[in-house]
């Protein structure tokens, strides 16, 4: 749009001072020699020269959609040809079904409010696909949520002790996020609601165990491309970000189609 407007200003500068047509190469060399002669033009136009813009904005904008669209649809196809492997350790802690074929990986920080949604959507497909699915939860504390690896300690820590009361403890965090800013003191008195036991608490949320357990964590994530969070991986395949239900039930989909699992 520009460019026409621009050589229609330029072929006006012509005909009012020279003979014959002007092409693309002599509206460059114009410019070139003298770039007085673009800025004479947009000031004498700025009205034209400003929907000009804005037209090759929108064009440019909806070009690179479309180029990202092209792109995400091919790497989620070539997805389900490498599908991502993380670490299943045998002291993983499970919450659904443990053996279900859908195995749903979690990377996820107690104070990204996208993380809360990403729970939700987790218990979505727990309700819709019962006794299919198994939900293991993994640890990215972004670096700027200063009480995020703290609490995901305190997580593995109480973990060590009970499983149920580390989920319950998850979910408390989750439901009460803004309470995750005061740090340890709600740690603490949300892990004493749920009958904890404070002494070992105190020693196991400084321990080598928790704290390597956390970290790698981390470096799985990072691994494989996680950059924020929440990060999944449905079976293999990466979800990156907060997606609806339904992208998931997608993924599922197509990975019945595919023969991958069975339902």
């Known amino acids: 749009m520009f460019k026409s407007f621009l050589k229609g200003s330029l072929i006006l500068l012509a005909v009012m001072g020279l003979t014959g047509c002007v092409s693309d190469k002599q509206i460059t060399e114009a410019i070139k020699k003298n770039p007085k002669i673009l800025f004479e033009i947009i000031e004498q136009n700025p009205a034209d020269f400003m929907e000009a813009v804005q037209k090759a904005a929108k064009s440019a904008q909806a070009e690179m959609a479309k180029r990202r669209e092209v792109d995400e649809s091919k790497k989620f196809d070539e997805a389900f040809d490498k599908p991502l492997v993380p670490e299943i350790r045998k002291d993983e802690s499970v919450r659904g079904t443990k053996g279900g074929p859908l195995v749903l990986v979690e990377y996820s920080d107690f104070q990204c409010p996208f993380c809360v949604r990403g729970f939700s959507t987790v218990q979505q ?138 339902l």
């Open 125 to 262: 497909l727990m309700k819709k696909y019962p006794g299919k699915v198994q939900f293991i939860y993994k640890h990215l504390p972004l670096s700027f949520h200063k009480e995020a690896l703290p609490a995901a300690h305190y997580y593995e820590a109480i973990r060590l002790q009970n499983e149920k009361k580390a989920f319950d403890f998850h979910d408390a965090l989750f439901a009460n996020q803004r309470q995750i800013a005061k740090g340890a003191p709600f740690f603490k008195k949300t892990a004493k609601k749920l009958g904890v036991n404070m002494k070992k608490l105190a020693k196991d949320v400084k321990s080598k165990f928790v704290i390597d357990r956390v970290a790698a964590d981390m470096k799985e994530a990072a691994k494989f491309g996680f950059q924020g969070t929440p990060g999944f991986l449905l079976n293999g395949i990466p979800v990156r970000g907060a997606y609806p239900v339904d992208h998931f039930i997608k993924i599922i989909g197509k990975l019945q189609e595919k023969g991958k699992v069975k």
